[in-house]
């Protein structure tokens, strides 16, 4: 029988993924290291695990005991996973910026999670490090894992992601890039790898908003790199203990909106459905591009999931609020999409005028084509209407065909914003289009703005 004693046994051995269409014309093979695949849907189990061991160990965690910990989440499922099957509580401090998925799923294993304002400084008494210091100084029989400053981070990844990474290449990887925040991934992975080569190079790839990089590059730890960014899981406002710059032979920075446009590229082009810094090491990755030579095998790490960011990159709303979609062309396929009322109302040319008022009245529209089956007669409108009954009242009682309108005429699925505008007039208040699906639809003078503003 093959089978493992629990679910802590399966984290690691995930597997390296080619990266096809978007390194397509640059030199060098792109392989994706899916973290994804580990039982908590991240990297993070690696390390939950190893400071759960390394901490009974060393005797700072007995029998009984509470772990606490500040975490973006990740870190707190794999924190959580390792104490479901070991015994342990878990207390998890996080920042109001994470994804409210991911502080369910850590209270669906049976974590408390306590969530603490982001804009504040490391020291302030209200920030996440703060309180998990003070309750681990508070709880008996407790101890903080400090994700940051424990160094079993960076071990977890010299033991395990290092010697997988150096083994499924088979000792050919030329280059190593991941984000970098805690700098558990990047460190451990690095000293293994240039352990076995010197020649290796390590690309760590950063946020603006971050002062990783400007510290890298001077020594110099500078308040003025740091700002509010929305990227999850990367970047840092201090230098955690995990870090020793000199393995890390660059670091490049993306911004919030390139890194959340590629993630999104990442599911739609290679079927890589991940989470934000995903996003970001491949767009790091891609600015670097002419950094790599045709013979090349680099590797990059994807963290997490998809599945926890649907409230925000996947999200189209979440996306336009910070104008991270300004660039996308507006058609009428996408305009369809974003429709609240999907199918189609309209009006049949045997009813009466005042039936046809009344579907306008309940769905909140101004105008309705008249079909009769697929045939797109005609059209009637709430002005129209208003003409008729100012002509004559008993208009209400007249059939819609006989005193219908012109019919509202059809656009192709992939019109723009801008071809759609030209058919748009007093008199022409909508067009239909046919989608791929054989379904019509109409796109109205009021859809087209929504679609715009
Ligand atoms: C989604 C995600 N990506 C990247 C990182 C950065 O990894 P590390 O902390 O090992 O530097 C983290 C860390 O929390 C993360 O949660």
Redesign the pocket.
Known sequence: MQYFNNIVETIGRTPLVKINKITKDVPGLFLAKVEYFNPGN???DR?GIKMVEDAERDGRLKPGGTIIEC?????GMGLALASVIKGYKCIFTTTDKQSKQKLDILRSLGAEVIVCPTNVEPEDPRSYYSIAKRLAKEIPNSVHMN?YDNLS??AA?YETTGPEIWEQTEGKVTHYV??????????GVAMYLKEKNPNVKVYGIDVYGSLLKKFHDTGELDDKEVYPYVT???GEDFIPQ?YDMKYIDHIEQVTDKDGAIMARKLAREEGLFC????G?VMQGLMQLKDKFKKDDVVVI?L??HGSRYLAKIYNDDWMRERGFLVDEIITAKTIIERKQIRELVFADPKETVVSAFRKMKDLHITQLPVMDGANNNGSITEHQILQLLMDNPYHRDEEVGKVMGKPFPFVAITSTAADISKHISKENTAVLVKANSGSINIITEFDLIEAMA
Do not use: F, L
């Not at 975490?71 to 870190?75: H, I, P, Q, R, Y």
């Not at 989470?275 to 995903?278: N, T, V």
């Open positions: 991240s990297i993070k390390i975490t973006s989440g990740n870190t994700q981070n960076r990844h991941t984000t970098i925040g805690t700098g558990g991934t990047v460190m999850e899981g990367i995990n989470g934000y810094s995903a970001t790490i963290h997490d």
